[in-house]
């Protein structure tokens, strides 16, 4: 009898097909350091949290890190490369003012690479740190899909692919959907402005000589300007100075959108979301809703763990190297 069906065959290949795509999907798993390394996120929590009793900027500048580890090349811990004398890496590229605490992410690598050698990626490191310091100053917590490698490519050159604080809502919503990113994603995850600082040169186009027919820019409100403007004169000897991106900045919650409402976005990226239907009705939403931004920064968090994760890349064993 004959052994071949066609029928079976087109079968075999629908499921093979179907296979590769699920598989692509679920790469990440929640589980993943089950066997390998169970106790990997009570490591990376404890370290972060000991790191963020020390170190007040801690925290935001650990979500920061992940933000821009992700937009560059994909989640791939690419951000913790350290430069070499054949290549200025992403941590030096130009908008790398406030990219710090890397030494966090160090210490927690010490500490996996003693209780399980060579299994925790950088990558996964950055994701999880991101993730307890969110939920440690106040806002959601959920479960961080695990599984990343790392890469091997770090350029300052890609920083230029970053969203700039000028953006208006059009250039940002292009950059989030190079990443497969949604409206909604951008203004929840804009959200993780809640926390932390930012210095003048970020937002300084607001305030001076805005356009040719306004010094300042229309969208702020005039009074926040003027305090703006005392903190950043131009010209500006202080180097470090600069703005809390919202009144409650180590608390993450939904200040950030009230102070939209209000005129009080500190870069024009943040006000744009007010000023823009396709996302002002978002932003009122989260501003009425503490926890209905709670819940979609954290579905948006996990979507954002999932940009350009890399299958073949490696377990770095210095976060800073590649092996
Ligand atoms: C939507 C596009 C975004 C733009 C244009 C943008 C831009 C910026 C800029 C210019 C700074 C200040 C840098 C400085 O002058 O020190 C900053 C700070 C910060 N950003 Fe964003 N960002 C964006 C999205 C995000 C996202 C998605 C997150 C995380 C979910 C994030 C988290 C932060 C945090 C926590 C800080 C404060 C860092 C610190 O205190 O050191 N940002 N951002
Ligand atoms: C806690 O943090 C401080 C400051 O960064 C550091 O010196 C110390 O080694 C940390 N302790 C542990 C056990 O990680
Ligand atoms: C930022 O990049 C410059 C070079 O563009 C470098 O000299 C500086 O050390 C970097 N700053 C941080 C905090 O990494
Ligand atoms: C947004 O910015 C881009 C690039 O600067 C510009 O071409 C576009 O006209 C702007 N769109 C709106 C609606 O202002
Ligand atoms: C403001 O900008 C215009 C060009 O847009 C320039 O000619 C002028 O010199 C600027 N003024 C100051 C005070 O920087």
Not at 168 to 194: C, E, M, P, W, Y
């Amino acid at each position: 009898m004959a052994v071949f069906s066609p029928r079976k065959f087109s079968f075999s290949i629908i499921f093979l097909g179907l296979m590769t795509v699920l598989r692509s999907q679920a790469a990440l798993d929640v589980h993943y350091y089950d066997r390998t390394c169970p106790e990997a996120e009570k490591i990376i929590r404890y370290t972060v949290l000991n790191a963020s009793m020390h170190d007040a900027k801690a925290p935001a500048r650990i979500l920061r890190m992940f933000f821009h580890d992700c937009f560059i090349r994909g989640c791939d811990a690419s951000v913790l490369l350290d430069s070499t004398p054949q290549n200025q890496a992403e941590k030096d590229g130009p908008p790398n003012i406030s990219l710090r605490a890397f030494y966090v992410i160090d210490d927690a690598k010490t500490k996996l690479e003693s209780a399980c050698p060579k299994a925790v990626s950088c990558a996964d490191i950055v994701a999880i740190a991101a993730r307890d310091v969110v939920a440690m100053s106040g806002g959601p917590f959920w479960n961080v899909l695990k599984g990343r490698k790392d890469g091997r490519i770090s350029k300052a050159s890609e920083t230029i692919n970053l969203p700039a604080p000028t953006f208006n809502v059009s250039t940002l919503i292009q950059s989030f959907t190079k990443r497969r990113l949604g409206v909604k994603d951008l203004v929840a995850l804009s959200g993780g402005h809640t926390l932390g600082f930012s210095h003048c040169s970020s937002f300084q186009a607001r305030l001076h000589n805005f356009s040719s027919v306004q010094d300042i820019d229309p969208t702020m409100n005039p009074e926040f300007a003027e305090t703006l403007k005392k903190k950043c004169p131009k010209p500006n000897k202080n180097g470090n100075a600069g703005q809390f991106l919202d009144s409650t900045a180590s608390t993450f919650d939904n200040n950030y959108y009230k102070q939209l409402l209000a005129g009080k976005g500190v870069f024009g990226s943040d006000q744009a979301l007010y000023s823009d239907y396709r996302t002002k009705w978002i932003v009122e939403s989260f501003a009425n809703d503490q926890s209905l931004f709670f819940k979609e920064f954290a579905t948006s968090m996990v979507k954002l763990g999932n940009v350009g994760v890399m299958e073949n890349g490696e377990v770095r064993l210095n976060c800073r190297v590649v092996n």
